[in-house]
């Protein structure tokens, strides 16, 4: 069974940092693109950015590039999200998703349970 | 950056219903994915490449559609189908997705 936990999220203050994790299990991490989404409360969801299933390749959202990172640990089957100099438009429940594909088309497949994050003073 | 809408904002419909969520983008994209996302949980795969249903889908779910324009329909509403539906496009970066319909039951 595919499973993605996420950890790390809390309550921050404005201008910030704060690292999630994301551990997976139940399948061949190393072989999958990951990615990060998030939802504001009541709102829709925004993609944050994706990474390669080596590591070497990261693409991000206008919004947040610059000031977050998302990198792997493929040994450890573990997705991070470093997050920098936060605004509080970031409050969001940040989620862990697997990126697959079946026959030319891609799609987000597996979502986390997600994790809370607060940016206030 | 591709914009997705979605209509309508929020329906109702009575058991039974033939219900139609659409979204447009605003450049064509080659496919659409949909999520079905209930109160408090995390959002689920639904259909992807704009008719494939995802696995434990319903049957009397579809999807249609092409370049700008797509669509998610119930051919027979049932209370378990409450829910929000978004869409999704892969096509380019950045990943976009829809605003989302809330379908409601009468």
């Known amino acids: 069974e595919v499973q993605l936990v996420e950890s790390g999220g809390g309550l921050v203050q404005p201008g910030g940092s704060l690292k999630l994790s994301c551990v997976a299990s139940?399948?061949?991490?190393?072989?999958?693109?990951m990615n990060w989404v998030r939802q504001a409360p009541g709102k829709t969801m925004e993609w944050i950015g994706d990474i390669k299933p080596d590591g070497s390749n990261t693409n991000y959202a206008p919004s947040v590039k610059n000031r977050f990172t998302i990198s792997r640990d493929n040994a450890k089957s573990i997705l991070y999200l470093q997050m920098s100099n936060m605004r509080s438009d970031y409050t969001a429940t940040y989620y862990c998703v697997r990126g697959a594909s079946y026959y030319g088309y891609n799609y987000l497949d597996y979502w986390g349970q997600g994790v809370m994050v607060t940016v206030s003073s | 950056e591709i914009v997705l809408t979605q209509s309508p904002t929020t329906m109702a419909a009575s058991p039974g219903e033939k219900v139609t969520l659409n979204c447009l983008a605003s450049?064509?994209?080659?496919?659409m994915n949909w999520y079905q996302q209930k109160s408090g949980a995390s959002p689920k795969l639904w259909i992807y490449g704009t008719s494939n249903l995802a696995s434990g889908v319903p049957n009397r779910f579809s999807g249609s559609g092409s370049g700008t324009s797509y669509s998610l329909t119930i051919s027979s509403m049932e209370a378990e189908d409450v829910a929000t539906y978004y869409c999704?496009?892969?096509?380019?970066?950045?990943?976009?997705f829809g605003s989302g319909t809330k379908l409601e039951i009468k």
């Open positions: 139940g399948f061949t991490f190393r072989d999958y693109w």
């Open positions: 999704l496009q892969l096509s380019s970066y950045p990943l976009t």
């Open positions: 450049s064509s994209v080659s496919y």
